[in-house]
Nanobody, 117 residues
Framework: QVQFVESGGGWVQPGGSLRLSCTTS??????WAWYRQAPGKQQRVLIA????????LYTHFVEGRFTISRGYGDNTMYLQMNNLDPADTAVYYC????????????WGQGTQVTVSS
């Protein structure tokens, strides 16, 4: 099974920034995505997506503030989050959208992001 490990979360004040990292055990993960699960919600929501060509897509509530990128030569992906808002408080996960759509995703522990004053 493909494993994903997220890191980089923490507490930050509104308007602050964080950079999340994700590492996968599979060198054949061509398309990556970040998801988040808000407090009290069961669903993980896809918020950013990057393919093997570097093409990115964002959900409207993070576009312009978050940037997804991938490392070169390693199995690492990043999410730079700027101008954070309390509504961004969530557990953030990374995964392969293909595996998620097939119901074969193996979810990591996620990384908690808390935005508050």
């Amino acid at each position: 099974q493909v494993q994903f490990v997220e890191s980089g979360g923490g507490w930050v004040q509104p308007g602050g920034s964080l950079r999340l990292s994700c590492t996968t055990s599979s060198p054949n993960t061509y398309v990556w995505a970040w998801y988040r699960q808000a407090p009290g919600k069961q669903q993980r929501v896809l918020i950013a997506h990057i393919d093997e060509h570097g093409t990115t897509l964002y959900t409207h509530f993070v576009e312009g503030r978050f940037t997804i990128s991938r490392g070169y030569g390693d199995n690492t992906m990043y999410l730079q989050m700027n101008n954070l808002d309390p509504a961004d408080t969530a557990v953030y996960y990374c995964n392969s959208p293909e595996l998620v759509s097939l119901g074969r995703a193996n979810w990591g522990q996620g990384t908690q992001v808390t935005v508050s004053s």
